[in-house]
């Protein structure tokens, strides 16, 4: 009988809305006009953000009938650029009926998106004990900061963003919110002491690109990471790489409807998991992990066979490691987390037990909201009491530091 | 017990490599010197092809040592255009330890990669009774072709590619080579004429780019191919996608090693199963089927969930049919095949025994010859006889109307 009530569920993937005082509280009074600030703004002509929100409201776009006529909506602006979309995809409690319709205004949203407290109400509806949020404003990983023209505003967002987690948010149930961190990523330098910064702190882990490339960022097989994952090693802070953070989402056809790419998203994490496993990333760090965030589990036997496989035929006339079996590495070094995946449950001894993770994706669409234990022990009804205790719980609590306060 | 000696092993994504006559044979005299056909050339400083044999070659170059002085090479000319690596990847026969350099000569390749009665005896000693062949220089989906400035030679030159495969390849031995065709891409009304003149000749398969898009075509949302597949449709001839067919490589990072990109290529065919099973052409030909060749197996149950439940809960407000579930869709039109892929016959019927068959890939690097029958027994010792025969010649069969002749 797995689930049993002792024990916990712990999401290890959740979102957070930012509520509009982020950064007015935080920033200094001569950043505070060209700083992170909800506005009203009329959207029925206008779409500002050019990143993957963009790309996601445009797809979603596609089939519905045009924007009516003058429309009122919150939208952040930062330094003069309009991010629309406060509430992407955080349609928590609608039907799918519903869905393709964003929040554009806060009172659309459930307030757990935005209000720690409430946001503890709807987990213990929801049956959930601890969470993990990611940001929504500055994107997964924080890339939206890379934008900022005055990188003086731009370090002090990030470190607010942070703060706001920490002290704000986390604060709120500290033994029920995991704080992550994001980083000032046009310096890893800066990146570095921000992870230290954010360690004494308390935080747990930190939001990391799946590919840095896209970006404009140098990539894994550069040096130029060194002190970030130096950091991250040194603080036992994993580096939680969600799919899309890379600002790459896979499209197939000017004319795909956005399912295409929802179904598609976790080729990111195939990616981000093929690009680790053959770079040097976990030779220089051998104790850094890395967990591939809202990427899914079901698609881990087939690969780490594949890559298994390539390394054992080619590696020989290419620079890459001699020594270690790629699927070692990963046992050691990368976790996955799943939603709905039967097929990964199901494959759960080929991944390696240790190295699952469940999420619940609050208040996105992927969410089971309020009924995700119910629908987890469903999912998790063939798995013995130790192996479904390890992935619903225990195995976030070791990899995030994370223990059980009573 | 597995593979018994009634068993026959039908691979149905082997390679050739066109021998130099191919064109010279065949074009008109006013065509000879601008149609494809084999010159000498130093290679120490050039490489002339821009589509991804260059994609692979760049990158199948880092961590090797720089190239040479002066090496005569044989390479195609088509327009005057170069075209190197007349056997790109063809290392059947080689240990993993000298893959990596490409054959450049002819004589440095098994006489089986372009002569087919040395194909033949290379197939007897690997078990194989079947096979089924891409082309090399034109490309999986003779694409090359697409590059042709003059149009009416490019016609002529994939005519003579499948007059080619059908009149001295195939006829060579008709109960064993399964000729199939490429298609003058660039116009769909002469696609389907090529296809029903080449049916009348026996021809039962046609190679299909994976994805149209990236070619600088319609996608597959489009009417634009109805022509290509109605005639598919009636010919009963499936269309196979090759990985790779695209032009789009998987790529992660400019300093990635080639293992990256050799171990990832298995998700275009992911990104080709989902952008079909979420577009219109299922709806217009039932009865039209798809292969997708080299794309491996393992992958399919985890794919086959995520689409079923994104459909689930997005196909209400977007262009996607809101009747029939995506992996009844898939089991009835889409097929995989596998060379390796423990992971995909243990899920074999989370895929559906009647979706999966062998595959060799003779010359390439992921062939096993000359011990793929072997191989394929360990690969299937757990399988039941009946869904073995089904899996490595059965399927085949009748996919692509190949009945036994004996």
């Known amino acids: ?35 992170p600030r909800i506005v009203e703004m009329d959207m029925s002509q206008n779409s500002g953000d050019e990143g993957l929100s963009a790309l996601l409201l445009e ?7 045009a924007p009516a006529a003058p429309k009122l909506a919150e939208v952040w602006t930062y330094e003069g650029r309009i991010y629309p979309n406060i509430g992407l995809n955080a349609v928590a409690g609608k039907k799918p009926q519903e869905y393709g319709m964003d929040p554009t205004r806060y009172s659309d949203m459930l307030p757990g998106c935005y209000d720690p407290v409430a946001r503890l109400a709807d987990m ?61 990523l046009w310096d890893p330098q800066e990146s570095a002491k921000e992870i230290y910064r954010c360690a004494a702190k308390g935080a747990r882990a930190i939001s990391f690109p799946e590919n840095t490339v896209g970006l404009g960022l140098p990539s894994f097989y550069t040096d130029h990471w060194d002190p970030v994952f130096r950091a991250a090693e040194e603080t036992k ?16 056809s000017p004319e795909a409807p956005m399912a295409v790419m929802i179904a598609l998203f976790g080729t990111n994490s195939m990616y981000a998991t093929t690009d680790l496993l053959f770079s040097p990333v976990f030779y220089k760090f051998p104790d850094l992990k890395v967990a591939m965030s809202e990427g899914g589990i079901g698609w881990m036997p087939y690969l780490l066979e594949r890559i298994d496989l390539t390394w054992e035929k080619h590696r020989w006339y290419q620079n890459v490691n001699k ?22 449950v199901a494959r759960r001894h080929q991944i390696g037990i240790e190295n699952i993770m469940w999420e619940g994706d609050y208040p996105h669409s992927d969410s089971n909201w309020p009924n995700s234990r119910q629908y987890t022990e469903k999912l998790l009804q063939e798995v013995p009491d130790a192996e479904a205790h390890q992935i619903v719980e225990l195995n976030a609590r070791r990899l995030y530091n994370f223990p059980r306060a009573n």
Chains 1, 2 share one sequence.
């Open 237 to 252: 802070m994993p580096l939680n790489m969600h799919f899309g953070s890379s600002g790459k989402a896979p499209m197939t």
């Open 1 to 35: 009988m797995p689930l049993q009530d002792h024990m916990h569920l712990i999401s290890v993937d959740d979102h957070l809305i930012e509520p509009p005082n982020v950064w007015t509280d935080r920033l200094p009074r001569k950043f505070q006009e060209q700083g």
């Open 323 to 344: 020594e270690i079996r790629p699927s070692d590495i990963f046992r050691k070094n990368i976790f996955g987390c799943f939603i709905d995946d039967f097929e990964g």
């Open 124 to 184: 213990d509806l929801d049956g959930v004990e601890a969470t993990m949020s990611f940001p929504s404003f500055p994107r997964f990983a924080g890339t939206v900061f890379l934008e900022g023209k005055d990188k003086e505003l731009a370090l002090l967002s990030v470190k607010a963003w942070n703060d706001f987690h920490l002290d704000e948010w986390a604060a709120a149930a500290p033994d029920r919110f995991i704080p992550q961190i994001i980083l000032p």
């Open 59 to 65: 797809t979603a776009r596609q089939g519905k009938a």
